[in-house]
């Protein structure tokens, strides 16, 4: 097998930077050796020199930094043409945009035009892994995993369930859910770097027979995933109040159908009471942090500093099409802001381990992606901390790494990705770019 290695400053993280001051590893001249789409090893070049021969391909990203890929924990591909549309709130902008907007996801051309502009808009960005929402179709979903697996990316993806409270057009029943997600698990859980999330869209438009259906469904299937959406907007929680008066909170639906858990992603996660919040922690539940669309639909600010100080399992979502931007670089500055408000904003290297390790070990991934430990797959990202001529300026002035991290988190953009690689393929270079 060809051997490569990539040469420059290179940062991953071997744990939590909350845990320890160790948990960050930085090679300021480092050597990353990669076959077979693996991790070989990694360390400083003076350290590692003499393993270079003429068998071995020499990338030279000096000047840059490298570090393992970015994970969007939340995001719709089925929305990309919708970003930046003007709504009331959350339930005005589904009502105005995404439902319309979904509807031609029946349509297997149009989902497959779409899948491979938002695939290459992930890589633009930085991101070489994603947990996305399809839509109410087989079609969608078989779309997206058929791009993600022709540049062999790490996707986990699935089916809307959708029975109620939306245009008929979109509806499923539960039947029909269960059948359409299972039949969807068979065909593409597993293969390859895929995985399937069972996605009920959140409880307004769940009846109690297809949640209960789901949770059926992930006990059925204990190494697929689930993903939902909770707490996000005010009025939301009423229409949950009204929906299910049996429940003591919108969380505790999700509770009493069995789908929260190790493996469970939920997104936004704002309006919560201590109970619920406690529950999150004793169910390992992930919560996916969005602020690019909490603050664009005005829904809330996530309480950042309290869920870190439960430890509590986080993740970091575009949230694309209500949220602003696929650069998960820019959900960092936003998340960063909204954190400040309530107490204290992430350091750079808690931050930039949120979008690897941390996040990969969210989605119970940590096995196989999330930093450069030697066996791991070889997803990453080469970045140009010069990319602009501020963020040059900026990096000049800056004292040490996590000033730097910092500089570049709240400055940086998909004009900072300078390359992007799956299993040590490149899959996007920005001079390539159109």
């Not at 907007?233 to 008066?245: K, M, Q, Y």
């Amino acid at each position: 097998m060809n051997m490569k290695a990539f040469r420059g400053e290179i940062v991953d993280f071997t744990g939590d930077p909350g845990d320890g001051a160790h948990a960050l590893r930085h090679f300021s001249d480092g050597l990353l050796f990669v076959s077979g789409g693996r991790v070989q090893a990694v360390g400083e070049y003076a350290a590692l020199e003499a393993d270079l021969d003429d068998s071995v391909e020499l990338i030279d990203c000096r000047g840059k930094l490298i570090l393992p890929g970015f994970i969007d924990a939340h995001v719709h591909y089925a929305q990309t043409d919708i970003i930046a549309s003007r709504g009331a709130d959350l339930l005005d902008w589904l009502k105005r945009y995404t439902f319309p907007a979904e509807a031609a996801f029946d349509d297997p051309q149009r989902a497959a035009d779409t899948a491979r502009f938002f695939c290459r808009e992930l890589l633009r960005n930085g991101t070489t892994t994603a947990l996305v929402f399809a839509t109410v179709h087989p079609a969608s979903v078989d779309a997206v995993f058929a791009e993600a697996e022709r540049l062999d990316m790490r996707l986990i993806a699935g089916k809307v369930l959708m029975d109620r409270n939306a245009p008929e057009y979109l509806c499923d029943t539960p039947a029909s859910g269960f059948e359409q997600s299972a039949q969807l698990i068979e065909r593409w859980h597993g293969r390859g770097r895929l995985g399937y999330a069972i996605t009920p869209r959140f409880a307004p438009t769940s009846s109690d027979e297809q949640l209960e259906l789901a949770g059926l469904l992930w006990r059925e299937n204990p190494t697929a995933w689930l993903q939902s959406h909770v707490a996000e907007n005010p009025d939301e929680l009423r229409w949950v109040a009204e929906l299910f008066p049996w429940s003591r909170s919108y969380l505790d639906v999700y509770d009493h159908f069995g789908l929260l858990g190790e493996r469970a992603v939920y997104a936004h996660c704002i309006h919560l009471d201590e109970q619920d919040r406690q529950r999150l922690v004793e169910t390992a539940t992930t919560a996916a942090f969005c602020p690019t669309s909490n603050l664009f639909l005005g829904s809330g600010l996530f309480d950042y500093s309290d869920a870190r100080a439960r430890g509590q399992s986080l993740a970091w979502g575009s949230d694309v099409g209500g949220g602003t931007s696929f650069s998960l670089l820019r959900t960092l500055a936003e998340g960063y802001k909204v954190a400040q408000l309530g107490g204290q904003g992430p350091g750079a290297a808690e931050a930039f381990y949120g979008l690897t390790l941390g996040a990969a070990r969210a989605l119970q991934l940590d096995d196989r992606i999330g930093n450069f430990e030697p066996g791991r797959e070889a997803d990453f990202v080469v970045i140009d901390p010069a990319a602009s001529a501020l963020l040059a300026r900026r990096m000049e002035g800056c004292d040490g790494l996590e000033e730097r991290l910092f500089a570049l988190m709240m400055l940086g953009d998909d004009r900072c990705i300078d390359s992007t690689w799956l299993m040590g393929e490149c899959r996007y270079h920005r001079e390539d770019a159109p």
